[in-house]
């Protein structure tokens, strides 16, 4: 399939990321703004996997995902998925679960760069910052 490649260990994260989203080209245009808004976070990890890129600070606080991967049929170009410890009630959010209790992700369908807009950088920076805690 298309973008399921695992990150190749000795490419930089730039070439991780694009190999990451080969043949989703809107995909790959939402998450540079997406990554932007992070980079402005201190002590951020950016993890290309074979699913999903996280964002980690002390814990992982968010993720993105190419939905046409793993569901093989369209939809968003993209979802950012984040982990709060509680529950936002934007009407925004496609679906909120808990994995556990005082953990809720949250995931938000993507489809264009203007997406990524105040709101969803304030939503990035209090999981940022919920990331960074020990308990």
Do not use: C, N
Request: hydrophobic fraction near 45%; charged fraction near 20%; aromatic fraction near 10%.
């Amino acid at each position: 399939m298309t973008g399921m490649r695992a990150p190749d260990a000795g490419a930089s994260r730039q070439e991780a990321v694009d190999a990451f989203f080969g043949g989703y080209p809107l995909a790959a245009e939402i998450f540079a703004v997406l990554a932007a808004g992070v980079a402005g976070l201190a002590g951020v990890e950016t993890r290309v996997q074979t699913s999903q890129i996280g964002f980690v600070r002390a814990h992982p606080f968010a993720a993105a995902w190419v939905p046409a991967q793993h569901l093989g049929r369209p939809g968003a170009p993209l979802v950012l998925s984040v982990f709060l410890r509680r529950r936002d009630a934007s009407p925004r959010w496609k679906q909120v679960v808990a994995p556990r209790p005082g953990r809720f992700t949250h995931h938000l369908e993507l489809y264009a760069p203007a997406d990524v807009d105040a709101q969803v950088r304030d939503w990035l920076r209090e999981a940022w910052q919920e990331a960074g805690k020990t308990a």
